[in-house]
Antibody, heavy 118, light 108 residues
Framework: QIQLVQSGPEVKKPGASVKVSCKTS????????LGWVRQAPGQGLEWMGW????????NYAQNFYDRVTMTTDTSTTTGYLELRNLKSDDTAVYYC???????????WGQGTLLTVSS | EIVLTQSPGTLSLSPGEGATLSCRAS???????LAWYQQRPGQAPRLLIY???SRSTGIPDRFSGSGSGTDFSLTISRLEPEDFAVYYC?????????FGQGTKVEIK
């Protein structure tokens, strides 16, 4: 079955960087995009962007374009989200999800809690 | 960017009742690329509906989506206990993809 398994919780200080991983299985990794969404405590869902594992093309949301890097490793079918220059309001659960252009975000990881605190 | 406005913010209903959730877009959604997600407390979102009206794999037929252009709806015909959750709409027809703010369906 399709699975997306994310790395564990992180605690970082302001100004630091974090890299979250998303290990996928059960589907053709290069036939789907990989999207990232975050959710601050008690808040709604926020789109961060996506990457094509097929060719490495990325599309980042304006709010993150200068602080985020999304990458994939096709040999391990794993996606990565790096967020730099962390601020306290980056505290959130970060989700990865597989996507297609016609069906949206069809399978989700379990989420990774990032806490940014001094 | 396309702004999605969901209404109502909260819906208080009893099990067995029907629910209709609304999602209105600030611009027409390209190709009706509008999805609905369910999020239960402490869980990741789950895709219910894509393309405005197509049910995702394994989604019960009590969930249905309709609409086009700027006005979309999610209908739950008879609420089961597990349906009490938060529901989000999302447009994926134009970059950047955007989400609505969510509708909470709570037990009355």
């Amino acid at each position: 079955q399709i699975q997306l398994v994310q790395s564990g919780p992180e605690v970082k200080k302001p100004g630091a960087s974090v890299k979250v991983s998303c290990k996928t299985s059960g589907y053709s990794f290069t036939s789907h995009g990989l999207g990232w969404v975050r959710q601050a405590p008690g808040q709604g869902l926020e789109w961060m962007g996506w990457i094509s594992p097929y060719n490495g093309n990325t599309n980042y949301a304006q709010n993150f374009y200068d602080r985020v890097t999304m990458t994939t490793d096709t040999s391990t079918t794993t996606g990565y989200l790096e967020l730099r220059n962390l601020k306290s309001d980056d505290t959130a659960v970060y989700y990865c999800a597989s996507l297609t252009y016609y069906s949206g975000l069809d399978n989700w990881g379990q989420g990774t809690l990032l806490t940014v605190s001094s | 960017e396309i702004v999605l406005t969901q209404s109502p913010g909260t819906l208080s209903l009893s099990p067995g009742e029907g629910a209709t959730l609304s999602c209105r877009a600030s611009q027409s959604v390209t190709n009706n690329y509008l999805a609905w997600y369910q999020q239960r407390p402490g869980q990741a979102p789950r895709l219910l509906i894509y393309g405005g009206s197509s049910r995702s794999t394994g989604i019960p037929d009590r969930f249905s989506g309709s609409g086009s252009g700027t006005d979309f709806s999610l209908t739950i015909s008879r609420l089961e206990p597990e349906d009490f959750a938060v529901y989000y709409c999302q447009q994926y027809g134009r970059s950047p993809w955007t989400f609505g703010q969510g509708t909470k369906v709570e037990i009355k």
